[in-house]
């Protein structure tokens, strides 16, 4: 029912605004800001304006020199005052008349205001026409060296939205009143789009390490965030960088593919080499010309971060309350009283015999439990995993092998060694049994 009356009504009600405008006269006048081939009328033209419906989103107007009247979208006209002032909007548009641009690249945002850090309003695509108004004063944006060649345009695209775009990357041309186009039309023509960028700039990319801590199922939640990312700005015109050595964010200007292969974010530091659709190597020059490269990969359809980090400190607490189940008091004659309550936190007393070989002069026993640690292949036969103790006065960490057995709980001393990988930013983890580690026992 709905699909059969809904046009309907719309007609009916187009209609009764068109016979009580036409008993009325025009309701103003309004300048053409994109031309109408179908009745070959260039934009600049000033027309009458009989009806605006508001439900169909179109203007009943007049063709200058007949009697006809035709529908045009509202985006197309000024709005309607009168023909004085339209005269006057008229000539705002003058030194633009019948002037179009197509867009060069993937990815140009269409900005609120003539800076490169406005708010974004739209983004244009490759081979993408809009039509340019008339220029404005604004700060011209820049490769990181020097700056762009261009100025600010106010334009408007095919769906009506209006903006300022920097014409570094726009070709102008004239169209027509019948739509064909003319001077410049052939400097215009571009390339086919760059279905790997369109690919590249569309995908979430993700530091490399995350897949094999997802494959391996060994998070490690100090690098393993929501937050760590490479997010090449498609949908917000501002490309940004978040890594544990890294933390940069740039608007720019576009994306362009280099003589080298490599795509560059126009106005940044930054360029990207695509090796395939799942790996790409972020480039990166700072401030004193150095340069770094940072591997990202695109995860698996369906991978929720989130999700996954919701899961590993699940399992490290389920570890954790398996590990105190049979306390959770333990005791040892040579090595004291452990504690551990329900919220990660413990108790030691009495133990003397370890300072300051294991945990150091001054320390009080109290602190938090965590299990932040792998334990190696090699160690699963023996051992359950790896427990960390964060004492409260000085965070000191003193990590140990723990198993959890029937009588009470066996604990070793381990060595942890974190090796700074400057590739990714973090620490690669290893954990070790010492030949000569100390073996303590608690009793239940």
Known sequence: MKSIFKPALAAVALSAAFLFSSCSGIIGYSVLLWNVPEQSLADGTIVPVYVKSNISHVYVIGV???????????????????????????????????????????????????????????????????????????????????????????????????????????????????????DGAEEASVQETDEVMEKMLATKWYPDYYSGMISSRRIDLEYFTTDYMFDTGASSGTVTVKLPTLDLSYPYAGVKRGTDGDYYFEGTPLRVTVRNSRVIVLKYTDERGMPSSFNFVALEEGTDIAAIIEDEKHEREESYLAMRANGPTFRSSNYGTLTFDEDAKFLWSGFNRLVPGVIPRGIKGSGTVQMKYFIPSNLKSEWDGVVSFIFDESATEVNFLYKTESSGLRLAVAEVEKIMNEATGRNRVTVTLPVNSIVLFFQN
């Open 64 to 182: 200058p020199e007949t009697k006809e009247k035709i529908e045009v979208p509202l985006w197309k006209l000024s709005e309607p005052e009168s023909k004085g002032r339209a005269q006057q909007t008229a000539r705002r548009y003058e030194n633009y008349a019948n002037t179009y641009a197509k867009c060069v690249l993937d990815g140009l945002p269409i900005r609120a205001d003539k800076v490169n850090t406005s708010k974004q309003v739209y983004r244009l695509k490759k081979n993408e026409v809009v039509r340019a108004l008339y220029e404005g004063e604004g700060a011209v944006p820049t490769n990181g060296k020097q700056n762009l060649e261009g100025k600010w345009l106010r334009v408007l695209t095919g769906d009506g939205t209006l903006g300022w775009c920097f014409s570094h990357n726009l070709r102008l041309f004239v169209m027509n009143a019948d739509g064909t186009y003319g």
